[in-house]
């Protein structure tokens, strides 16, 4: 698909700083806790043995004993903050240097294959969460809970799985996907003959380190009760890395249990805690998770954590390998008070990524780099959990130093920090999409328009609603279409590459004096980072806020090549526009350029947490979209991957034979025609993701 350039509808608005404010005085962490972790077993890309449907294929949740995602309270890719915080100001537009050259494009996962996966024993899940990776001609891309390995063109590279996959008594075509929990070696996410669940797989992440030439695939996955699926709070990461450079073969399994790492001496938050938000990271000798701890007993933070490997003994297969445990919570002198500091908890903490085998940096003996913010209550109230006013005017760079020791039995690594002063930037809006604030239309956002409907005729009798919600539901009112999850100012996919390191997050945007006008932008960072003293000093090289006038763009990831030329993947949404995958180029010299759709909307988000009739009583309204986008470096190209809505699918389709004198598939909302399948959506969700090759 030829993209589109959004000059014609308006210009993207940059705030640069050549300058970064004085960094404070590093501080310096102890070495951490070391442990063995243990080989696991080994996992593959090839979907395990599925129980029949037992006739709970069919996408009715009021008849089902839990909703369709289990409910976590607000715990899963959780954010304590709420609101938004005052926009930042916009200067004049500038153009980089690179002008990207679009390659293949193709819609990567979507919903239909993430929930009709393994006979249709998964839950309907979303936001997708997107993990890629890409190297030795391959494309793997994980989400919430599922995965894929493409070729370059975007053809699937795993077993045809079509004829063994029944759902509703019929094959189904989920172009050959297989569910996170057959790759971990966990039983179905639902049993749908039985009831019996199996482990909760989530957040899913995925890096090739072309120095081993490995794939790298992180989870985090929830023990839960077997009969009633409430969570045992036993959490654990799922390492998986694969045994050669062919991604659609064996991999290695390492589980690290997180469930007491955190701050848990007592005190106000004490663990069991839950491990949130895993991401990774690689240099040239570790391999690298970090989380963010939540304590399972009440409201409150406690402190991302850092885990570091050897990358040789993952790679290597190792039977037993080493991991090294900081708490930034502890790791730090965080003062008593619920005011930031500069030696204040880590908050997604994102640890840098490296394009080939050049690019790491080696002083110090080895060094990670991360960046993180601070406006989110995490960083500002973590114990109280709430109190910010979701802004701020810093953003810390971290470094973990003497890397080469994680090869040997006893590694002695430090973790050091600086505070930069960078633009104010805030806790984003909502995005709006078309549409949002009025009723769901027939034509674009059916489930919407059901839950509505009075009307229409059923199976279940008159009234669409009947088909998806009790009446005691439908009476909490009138739907309308949603505003999207914007994130929390919490920082996105980092890179160390040109000796620079890259990262954005997502911030509230002004282009007037009205803040009833702001719109999520994006705040992007390019740091030069020393480690000479054997801690980090860092200054900033440039700076920027982005934005485009009167539209939204939201989840930035940033890819850098080795070169320096680098590409954000976004997702793009606004009054005239349905949720959109779009990018923008980004450099050292002048920073992030103009915003280009690479895949248009086609119709509304869509799904259950869009809608109050969906929600369990007393929840609160909270439209997923993200929870992040991924950017992967091959060489001299960028593959990107955002979320979007890639296929629209109209009321009567949408019904099918489930409303009066209807015809098509005999599962509720896929569009999917008689010959069942493959669908456009499910009943309850519409999301999907694209992947794109650009070459700055």
């Keep these: 698909m030829k993209a589109r350039f959004l000059a014609h509808l308006a210009a993207i608005a940059l705030l640069v700083s050549l300058i970064g404010a004085t960094p404070s005085v590093p501080a310096t962490a102890d070495s951490g806790v070391t442990r063995q972790i243990e080989l696991a077993g080994t996992g593959s890309p090839v979907s395990a043995d599925a129980p029949p449907d037992g006739g709970l294929g069919q996408e009715f949740p009021a008849i089902e004993n839990e909703p369709e995602t289990p409910d976590f309270n607000g715990i899963i890719d959780r954010s304590l903050s709420r609101g938004s915080g005052s926009g930042a100001s916009q200067a004049t537009p500038k153009k980089a240097k690179s002008n990207p050259q679009l390659g293949p494009s193709f819609e990567g996962l979507n919903h239909y294959q993430q929930r009709y996966s393994r006979g249709g024993n998964q839950f309907s899940v979303e936001p997708p969460d997107q993990g890629l990776c890409v190297g030795n001609g391959y494309i793997v891309e994980a989400v919430n809970d599922v995965m894929n390995v493409f070729d370059q063109s975007g053809t699937s590279q795993l077993p045809d799985n079509t004829s063994t996959n029944i759902v509703a008594g019929f094959p189904r075509n989920v172009n050959h996907a297989v569910d996170l929990n057959s790759f971990y070696g966990y039983p179905p996410a639902v049993n749908r003959t039985t009831g019996v669940r199996g482990q909760f797989v989530t957040d899913p992440s995925c890096y090739y380190d072309a120095q081993t030439q490995r794939f790298y695939m992180v989870v985090l996955t929830l023990e839960v009760n077997p009969a009633t699926g409430a969570f045992t709070h036993v959490n654990h990461l799922d390492i998986a890395v694969s045994q050669t450079s062919n991604p659609t073969g064996l991999w290695n399994i390492y589980r690290v249990n997180v469930t007491n790492d955190g701050t848990n001496a007592g005190g106000s938050n004490p663990c069991p805690c839950l491990g949130d938000y895993p991401h990774i990271g690689a240099d040239a000798y570790g391999f690298y998770v970090t989380t963010n701890s939540y304590p399972w007993c009440c409201n409150g933070f406690d402190g991302a954590q850092i885990y570091a490997f050897s990358k040789r003994q993952l790679a290597s297969g190792a039977t037993t390998v080493t991991a090294t445990h900081i708490d930034t919570f502890g790791a730090v002198n965080v003062p008593t008070g619920e005011t930031p500091s500069t030696n204040q908890p880590g908050f997604t903490v994102w640890p840098a990524q490296s394009p080939g085998i050049l690019s790491y940096e080696l002083g110090a003996n080895g060094t990670e780099y991360f960046l993180s913010s601070n406006a989110a209550d995490e960083a500002t109230h973590p114990v109280a959990g709430t109190g910010g006013n979701y802004t701020s005017s810093q953003i810390v760079a971290w470094a ?99 000796g620079k390191i890259w990262g954005a997050l997502d911030t509230a945007v002004s282009f007037d004096t009205t803040p009833a006008n702001n719109k999520a932008g994006v705040a992007w960072y390019i740091v030069k980072p020393d480690v000479t003293t054997g801690t980090i000093a860092a200054t900033i090289g440039l700076q920027g806020i982005s934005g485009v006038p009167g539209k939204n763009i939201i989840y930035p990831a940033i890819g850098v090549t080795a070169s320096g030329r680098g590409v954000v993947a976004l997702t793009l949404s606004g009054p005239d526009n349905f949720p959109s995958a779009a990018y923008a180029a980004i450099d050292a010299q002048v920073g992030m350029g103009a915003v280009t759709i690479v895949a248009d909307g086609a119709a509304t988000e869509d799904g259950f947490t869009s809608y109050k009739q969906q929600l369990n009583p007393g929840a609160s309204l909270r439209p997923r979209w993200g929870d992040y986008g991924s950017a992967a470096v091959d060489g001299n190209s960028i593959w990107i991957a955002s979320e979007y809505i890639a296929q629209s699918c109209n009321y009567t389709d949408w019904g099918g034979p489930f409303f009066a004198g209807g015809t098509g598939d005999n599962l509720l909302g896929t569009c999917g025609g008689a010959s069942h399948g493959p669908g456009k959506r499910t009943a309850l969700a519409n999301w999907s993701t694209r992947i794109s090759k650009l070459t700055p």
């Design 400 to 498: 973990l130093t003497n890397t080469a020791s994680l090869d040997t039995a006893t590694p002695s690594i430090a973790l050091s920090n600086s505070v930069l002063g960078v633009s104010q930037y805030a806790l984003p809006p909502k995005a709006d999409q078309q549409g949002s604030g009025s009723a769901p239309t027939a034509a674009d956002s059916p489930q919407g328009y059901c839950l509505n409907n009075e009307t229409t005729v059923t199976i279940a009798g008159t009234g669409c609603w009947k088909l998806l919600v009790g009446a005691s539901a439908h009476a909490r009112g009138a739907e309308v279409v949603s505003k999207l999850d914007s994130n929390d100012t919490r920082m996105q996919q980092v890179t160390f590459a040109n």
